[in-house]
């Protein structure tokens, strides 16, 4: 941490010491989110130490705390202090409030004149969100945290009238995959409220953690909060009650509602680990330490249950102030239910048809507590599954239909499907990126949606509130990744929630976000940089020569080096395809406008002999041998026991989950004709004629990102596939596709045909 933060802050100088490059830039209209409407005058009004605020005779009190926290931003980085006055008539920044405005009460009005800046809006919140566009049309540098010298203070005469297009305006983070702690969150917080968005949705509790702190029930802290992971590492965390208010505190004063998701009924087993006699079986249960969906829920036959969970939510809802109180509903099995007696009992007593209608009334009687505490109950949209709460909101995931549905029905919707809006998923190539739960969410993809569905009728629509972007962690292990998943694609989710559809511009988007991330910069925030893409690995064969052709997703500059250096700025310029005939080290990383780099791509360019095919007669099918034991690692498997070989037509055996022991398929595959192939594996090891090509040992490993090429002649190549069983980093090897995949260059990478596997 302390590394990235050094080298985050060696940048921001760099940016400082480059200001007269960085200030040619055309940044004088990048306000993101884009405008409803905005004019550009002639001239500009100049900050200075003798700017000050001037926010009317009644010094209303919410004018005078967002005056003063723009105060304290400009401060940081201008060392003006500005003065809080009465009026002033030239060289200010008018905030008033003006209730005639023909706007919603999020909207603004803002004039800029080479004398004064006003922003008129309805609400103090209007005026902050109009001080935001005020701090987008100065240099970007104006979001530092230090004083930066020889800049010009600028802001460019525009007239401005704006508002969102949506009310909700949303981001997810779950901090119990992997803990987040408070100074993290605060500084989201900060980001959310320079791009206007509302509503930060934490999500608390889970199967892998319980991250709040409820006095009645202590150990739902000292047990639910504590995970030993498979390797035996210790992952814990939770936050104080004091901590909840302060951060409810910072994020109010920020115009951001924190809705908190306590889940129920399932996603569970933190709670139930500290609490065992809440669950149907009475335990004893330790908190999950895989991925996935646990069986364990809250039992729903039981009353002492709800006692349970209405005591803790007298704690929690306190603490949150906002109207939204998220109770999860999201894949609860059944499994438990369908074996209890006291759940079917309830079945039965209550006549409910099965155990969908039971989850129905589980959340109907949660929702009870929830609405006379004055909250409204925001679910997943599993919670439609059995008949929906009446006053409940959907929160749309597993794709629009629910939402669809929900708006139907007349209730309202937030919509969060996973194919836009999970950044937790990979945004760009899986041989270059680091690794995610799924892929292909690029910044466009998320950019694109709309939250109103065509298939929602129109006279309905009004029901769609907004969206969301998710940021779960079941992969973000670190501060600094979780950012690199959110940024910049949560900017994104901040336009199309607050600019109308028809103004919309991709183009004009990315155009402005170039400007934007410098000011992330000044926030040390780790954000995407389009990655050097084209070569299928990172490790390429060649036999006489080979051409290596790059690109990104954003059409950036590109820089390389092949004498064995990282490349800088002023490295060669990647213009054309690398023809190279001979042995090197090609390192190259994208160049943002700024001169900030992406991480390095190093691809080994390596000469190799075609590899000899053998002449060895074999037989349909292939070997699959197993060992037992608690293994890890390909060392553990030295003097193993193997098994006797089992005649298998594939790679499609797939062991129980809970099996610890390894497996090894061996046998022959055919290559159609001399060339380069590329391979790749999501299991431990792969060897081709006796050469380790692919090593996964250790490593947290989906999508076959590992890929390898080599040189063969035509006809059968030996194969050694290992797999051991094991948990890293909450992921099971066996939910991996089992074998490996190849194709000569320039083709999908593809399992071989069954037929052509022989032993």
Same mark, same amino acid.
């Given at each position: 941490?302390?590394?990235?933060?050094?080298?985050?802050?060696?940048?921001? #100088?760099?940016?400082? +010491?480059? !200001?007269?490059?960085?200030? %040619?830039?055309?940044?004088?209209?990048?306000?993101?989110?884009?405008?409803?409407?905005?004019?550009?005058?002639? %001239?500009?009004?100049?900050?200075?130490?003798?700017?000050?605020?001037?926010?009317?005779?009644?010094?209303?009190?919410?004018?005078?705390?967002? @005056?003063?926290?723009?105060?304290?931003?400009?401060?940081?980085?201008?060392?003006?202090?500005?003065?809080?006055?009465?009026?002033? /008539?030239?060289?200010?920044? !008018?905030?008033?409030?003006?209730?005639?405005?023909?706007?919603?009460?999020?909207?603004?009005?803002?004039?800029?004149?080479?004398?004064?800046?006003?922003?008129?809006?309805?609400?103090?919140?209007?005026?902050?969100?109009?001080?935001?566009?005020?701090?987008?049309?100065?240099?970007?540098?104006?979001? !530092?945290?230090?004083?930066?010298?020889?800049?010009?203070?600028?802001?460019? #005469?525009?007239?401005?009238?704006?508002?969102?297009?949506?009310?909700?305006?949303?981001?997810?983070?779950?901090?119990?995959?992997?803990?987040?702690?408070?100074?993290?969150?605060?500084?989201?917080?900060?980001?959310?409220?320079?791009?206007? $968005?509302?509503?930060?949705?934490?999500?608390?509790?889970?199967?892998?953690?319980?991250?709040?702190?409820?006095?009645?029930?202590?150990?739902?802290?000292?047990?639910?909060?504590?995970?030993?992971?498979?390797?035996? /590492?210790?992952?814990?965390?939770?936050?104080?009650?004091?901590?909840?208010?302060?951060?409810?505190?910072?994020?109010?004063?920020?115009?951001?509602?924190?809705?908190?998701?306590?889940?129920?009924?399932?996603?569970?087993?933190?709670?139930?680990?500290?609490?065992?006699?809440?669950?149907?079986?009475?335990?004893?249960?330790?908190?999950?330490?895989?991925?996935?969906?646990?069986?364990?829920?809250?039992?729903?036959?039981?009353?002492?249950?709800?006692?349970?969970?209405?005591?803790?939510?007298?704690?929690?809802?306190?603490?949150?102030?906002?109207?939204?109180?998220?109770?999860?509903?999201?894949?609860?099995?059944?499994?438990?239910?369908?074996?209890?007696?006291?759940?079917?009992?309830?079945?039965?007593?209550?006549?409910?048809?099965?155990?969908?209608? +039971?989850?129905?009334?589980? =959340?109907?009687?949660?929702?009870?507590?929830?609405?006379?505490?004055?909250?409204?109950? &925001?679910?997943?949209?599993? =919670?439609?599954?059995? %008949?929906?709460?009446?006053?409940?909101?959907? $929160?749309?995931?597993?794709?629009? *239909?629910?939402?669809?549905?929900?708006?139907?029905?007349?209730?309202?919707?937030?919509?969060?499907?996973?194919?836009?809006?999970?950044?937790?998923?990979?945004?760009?190539?899986?041989?270059?990126?680091?690794? @995610?739960?799924?892929?292909?969410?690029?910044?466009?993809?998320?950019?694109?949606?709309?939250?109103?569905?065509?298939?929602?009728? *129109?006279?309905?629509?009004?029901?769609?509130?907004? @969206?969301?972007?998710?940021?779960?962690?079941?992969?973000?292990?670190?501060?600094?990744?979780?950012?690199?998943?959110?940024?910049?694609? $949560?900017?994104?989710?901040?336009?199309?929630?607050?600019?109308?559809?028809?103004?919309?511009?991709?183009?004009?988007?990315?155009?402005?976000?170039?400007?934007?991330?410098?000011?992330?910069?000044?926030?040390?925030?780790?954000?995407?940089?389009? $990655?050097? *893409?084209?070569?299928? @690995?990172?490790?390429?064969?060649?036999?006489?020569?080979?051409?290596?052709?790059?690109?990104? /997703?954003?059409?950036?500059?590109?820089?390389?080096?092949?004498?064995?250096?990282?490349?800088?700025?002023?490295?060669?310029?990647?213009?054309?395809?690398?023809?190279?005939?001979?042995?090197?080290?090609?390192?190259?990383?994208?160049?943002?406008? !700024?001169?900030?780099?992406?991480?390095?791509?190093?691809?080994?360019?390596?000469?190799?002999?075609?590899?000899?095919?053998?002449?060895?007669?074999?037989?349909?099918?292939?070997?699959?041998?197993?060992?037992?034991?608690?293994?890890?690692?390909?060392?553990? +498997?030295? %003097?193993?026991?193997?098994?006797?070989?089992? =005649?298998?037509?594939?790679?499609?055996?797939?062991?129980?989950?809970?099996?610890?022991?390894?497996? #090894?398929?061996?046998?022959?595959?055919?290559?159609?004709?001399?060339? &380069?192939?590329?391979?790749?594996?999501?299991?431990?090891?792969?060897?081709?004629?006796?050469?380790?090509?692919? /090593?996964?040992?250790?490593?947290?490993?989906?999508?076959?990102?590992?890929?390898?090429?080599?040189?063969?002649?035509?006809?059968?190549?030996?194969?050694? +596939?290992?797999? &051991?069983?094991?948990?890293?980093?909450?992921?099971?090897?066996?939910?991996?596709?089992?074998?490996?995949?190849?194709?000569?260059?320039?083709?999908?990478?593809?399992?071989?045909?069954?037929?052509?596997?022989?032993?």
């Amino acid at each position: 941490m302390k590394r990235a933060l050094s080298i985050s802050c060696l940048w921001i #100088c760099l940016l400082v +010491l480059s !200001s007269s490059v960085i200030m %040619g830039q055309d940044n004088h209209l990048d306000i993101t989110p884009t405008p409803q409407s905005l004019v550009q005058k002639n %001239g500009h009004f100049t900050l200075n130490s003798k700017t000050s605020f001037a926010i009317g005779k009644n010094q209303r009190a919410d004018l005078k705390k967002v @005056a003063a926290y723009f105060q304290s931003k400009i401060l940081y980085s201008t060392g003006y202090n500005l003065n809080i006055k009465n009026s002033g /008539s030239s060289n200010a920044i !008018s905030l008033q409030i003006d209730k005639s405005l023909k706007i919603g009460n999020e909207g603004y009005q803002l004039t800029v004149t080479p004398k004064k800046v006003i922003v008129k809006a309805k609400t103090p919140q209007g005026i902050f969100y109009g001080m935001q566009s005020v701090m987008q049309l100065l240099p970007p540098q104006i979001e !530092s945290e230090t004083i930066i010298d020889n800049v010009a203070w600028e802001i460019p #005469c525009v007239k401005i009238k704006d508002e969102p297009a949506y009310g909700y305006r949303g981001m997810m983070l779950d901090v119990c995959r992997h803990f987040h702690d408070v100074e993290f969150v605060k500084k989201q917080l900060d980001i959310m409220a320079m791009f206007k $968005m509302n509503y930060f949705h934490w999500h608390l509790t889970d199967d892998h953690l319980w991250t709040i702190e409820i006095k009645k029930y202590p150990r739902l802290a000292e047990v639910g909060s504590v995970r030993r992971n498979a390797d035996g /590492s210790i992952h814990r965390g939770f936050y104080t009650q004091e901590q909840i208010k302060e951060v409810v505190a910072y994020a109010a004063e920020r115009y951001i509602t924190v809705i908190p998701e306590v889940e129920l009924p399932g996603h569970a087993l933190a709670a139930l680990t500290a609490y065992p006699e809440y669950s149907c079986t009475g335990g004893p249960f330790e908190l999950r330490n895989k991925w996935g969906v646990e069986d364990n829920v809250y039992c729903a036959g039981n009353d002492k249950t709800f006692e349970f969970l209405q005591d803790i939510l007298e704690e929690v809802i306190p603490l949150f102030p906002g109207k939204f109180f998220h109770i999860g509903g999201d894949e609860c099995p059944k499994v438990r239910w369908n074996e209890c007696p006291k759940c079917q009992k309830r079945i039965k007593n209550e006549n409910l048809k099965d155990a969908h209608e +039971l989850q129905s009334y589980f =959340i109907h009687r949660i929702e009870k507590i929830i609405l006379a505490h004055g909250k409204s109950m &925001i679910g997943w949209d599993e =919670i439609l599954e059995g %008949g929906l709460a009446p006053s409940a909101t959907v $929160m749309s995931w597993r794709g629009e *239909e629910g939402g669809i549905a929900a708006a139907s029905m007349g209730h309202d919707v937030i919509m969060t499907p996973s194919k836009w809006m999970y950044i937790d998923h990979g945004q760009g190539a899986v041989e270059t990126e680091p690794i @995610a739960i799924r892929f292909g969410l690029p910044l466009e993809k998320t950019y694109s949606y709309d939250p109103k569905s065509p298939k929602i009728p *129109e006279n309905l629509r009004h029901h769609v509130l907004g @969206a969301q972007c998710n940021m779960w962690t079941e992969y973000a292990v670190t501060p600094e990744y979780t950012e690199y998943l959110l940024y910049p694609r $949560m900017l994104a989710l901040a336009e199309l929630d607050w600019t109308p559809k028809e103004k919309k511009d991709y183009n004009s988007f990315t155009r402005r976000l170039d400007n934007q991330l410098i000011r992330l910069d000044m926030h040390h925030i780790n954000y995407h940089i389009p $990655m050097p *893409e084209g070569p299928m @690995a990172d490790r390429i064969a060649y036999t006489e020569n080979t051409t290596l052709t790059f690109h990104n /997703s954003r059409n950036y500059s590109m820089v390389y080096t092949t004498d064995g250096s990282d490349p800088q700025t002023n490295s060669t310029k990647y213009e054309k395809p690398l023809y190279l005939n001979k042995d090197v080290t090609v390192k190259i990383a994208t160049m943002l406008p !700024s001169g900030k780099l992406s991480p390095v791509r190093s691809i080994e360019v390596v000469h190799e002999k075609l590899m000899p095919a053998t002449e060895k007669s074999t037989q349909p099918g292939i070997e699959l041998r197993r060992t037992e034991g608690n293994l890890y690692f390909v060392k553990d +498997l030295d %003097g193993a026991h193997w098994s006797a070989p089992k =005649i298998v037509k594939d790679f499609e055996f797939k062991p129980d989950i809970e099996d610890k022991g390894a497996y #090894c398929y061996t046998g022959y595959f055919e290559v159609p004709a001399d060339g &380069i192939y590329y391979f790749s594996s999501e299991m431990d090891e792969l060897r081709i004629d006796g050469k380790v090509i692919i /090593s996964n040992d250790g490593k947290l490993i989906r999508h076959s990102r590992t890929r390898n090429s080599i040189a063969l002649q035509k006809g059968k190549h030996a194969f050694q +596939l290992l797999m &051991i069983n094991n948990n890293i980093g909450g992921y099971l090897r066996t939910w991996n596709n089992k074998g490996f995949i190849l194709a000569p260059e320039g083709n999908e990478l593809e399992l071989p045909k069954p037929e052509k596997l022989t032993h």
